[in-house]
């Protein structure tokens, strides 16, 4: 008989295994992401609140420790403001989040998109520490897997209410992440062809 502390659901409740992460850094690093807020990743999240009339948007990069809000709208008059209610208000605006919070790790390993339309209903995901923290109750992400091959983070929404996503909604954020990843390509060829022309110019 099995000792009687042994829960057969502890391990769903873990923070999935990222065997990616250190190659993940560097790329990364290489891009220049994961470290600093991007505007232009935090006007993406707001129209991509705007489009799934989400209260919580987010553009992700999660390294081998945490995750990194480098886009982050919230409903603080579009404002990025940190998620993390026990923060005091007059904390400076936060965009790291431990990496055992949340569902963009598990999207990141599965490298597909993930829609919980109340997290409650799957035992997996409900005993995740931003539904008692946060309140978070619904969650639609998915990966944003560049040109490498390389699962570089996510895009997603969660609302504090139960949410039907839907089809619609499993379509919308896939195309908001392939969008997002052609932007990342082109922040890249645009600084790899800043660098030619200034090592021309030498």
């Known amino acids: ?19 990616e992460a250190p190659r993940r850094v560097v790329r990364l690093r290489a891009l220049g992401l994961g470290e600093a807020p991007v505007p232009e990743f935090d006007e993406f999240a707001r129209r991509l609140a705007g489009v799934t009339s989400a209260p919580f948007a987010m553009v992700n990069f999660i390294d081998e420790h945490r995750q990194y809000f480098a886009g982050l709208y919230t409903p603080a008059d579009g404002r990025a403001v940190e998620l993390d209610p026990s923060v005091r208000p007059t ?4 965009r790291v989040m431990a990496r055992d919070h949340g569902y963009c790790p ?3 390993v599965r490298r597909k998109a993930l829609v919980l339309e109340d997290v409650c209903d799957y035992p997996r995901f409900a005993g995740n520490p931003v539904v008692d923290e946060i309140g978070i109750r619904s969650y639609l992400g998915a990966p944003l897997i560049d040109r490498t091959g390389m699962t570089l983070g996510t895009v997603c929404v969660v609302d504090r209410e139960p949410r039907p996503w839907g089809r619609q ?5 896939k195309a908001m992440a392939a969008e997002l ?3 990342i390509h082109r922040r ?4 790899r062809s800043g660098r030619e022309d200034l090592n021309a110019g030498a």
């Not at 904390?91 to 936060?94: L, Q, V």
């Not at 890249?188 to 600084?191: H, R, T």
Request: hydrophobic share 30%; net charge negative; glycine share 8%.
């Open 106 to 108: 598990h999207v990141v």
């Open 91 to 94: 904390a400076r605006p936060g």
């Open 188 to 191: 890249e060829d645009a600084g």
């Open 1 to 19: 008989m099995p000792p009687t502390s042994y829960d057969p659901t502890s391990h769903l409740l873990l923070t999935p295994e990222d065997t």
């Open 181 to 183: 990843v052609e932007r």
């Open 169 to 173: 909604g499993l379509e919308t954020i």
